[in-house]
């Protein structure tokens, strides 16, 4: 089946502690992106990543870092965790062959202390 | 920037039609899409317009103007299952947005009985 899947669903830290959210595609995908979701604001796109080895800041990429080693995990690192990132994290992974479609996975809702 | 704006919420009645707009402010784009999230789920893929026109997909239907930065979504013979909400996005080609995607911050239908 393909799918878009994200470790950890739920995860509540701490102001601080490193914290990593791993992103995962089995459709051969080149394009992936990181978003957060907030209430009244939408999807931002934090980062993104056009091949292996290529990655690009979104509109929001303060206080994050991406890599992409290989082609189908796009891991989303938080090396200081503040609680204003605080919010629902979805990575997604992009078909350029078949009209752009993004497909999300299930969502990270990240609390931080 | 690509400012996308789209209304809050909008309220309509089961089997009823209605009409979410979207307009935006770029110079230039690939292509606008529409997706639709319920709530505590991840977005899904409904429809992508490239040229101007209407595109037709069951009971819903996508119209872009790229001359007037406008596009709408048509949602007909409303069912309860429609109650979600409805993200525009666009996928941006200039020399500021060059592969990064977009979004407004949804539109929220109610569909009551």
């Known amino acids: 089946e393909a799918q878009v899947t994200q470790n950890p669903r739920y995860l509540i830290t701490v102001t601080g502690k490193k914290l990593t959210v791993t992103c995962s595609q089995n459709?051969?995908?080149?394009?992936m992106s990181w978003y957060r979701q907030d209430p009244g604001l939408g999807l931002r796109q934090i980062y993104y990543?056009?091949?292996?080895?290529?990655?690009d800041k979104g509109d929001v990429p303060e206080g994050y870092k991406v890599s992409r080693k290989e082609k189908r995990n796009f891991p989303l690192i938080l090396e200081s965790p503040s609680p204003n990132q605080t919010s629902l994290y979805f990575c997604?992974?992009?078909?350029?062959?078949?009209?752009?479609?993004?497909?999300f996975g299930p969502g990270t809702r990240l609390t931080v202390l | 920037g690509q400012n996308i704006d789209q209304p809050t919420e909008m309220t309509a009645t089961e089997g009823a039609i209605v009409q979410i707009n979207c307009t935006y402010q770029?110079?230039?784009?690939?292509?606008l899409f529409w997706y639709q999230q319920h709530a505590g789920e991840a977005p899904t893929f409904l429809s992508y317009?490239?040229?101007?026109g209407l595109e037709e997909k069951g009971r819903f239907s996508s119209f872009l103007s790229r001359s007037k930065g406008y596009s709408y979504l048509l949602l007909k013979e409303l069912q309860m299952k429609d109650s979600a909400s409805y993200l525009c996005?666009?996928?941006?080609?200039?020399?500021?947005?060059?592969?990064?995607?977009?979004f407004g911050a949804g539109t929220q239908v109610v569909v009551t009985p």
């Open positions: 990543s056009m091949n292996v080895e290529v990655t």
């Open positions: 317009n490239v040229l101007d």
């Open positions: 997604a992974s992009t078909d350029p062959g078949h009209n752009n479609e993004q497909f």
């Open positions: 459709m051969n995908h080149e394009y």
């Open positions: 770029t110079s230039g784009f690939n292509g």
């Open positions: 996005a666009v996928f941006g080609v200039t020399t500021d947005s060059w592969g990064k995607f977009q």
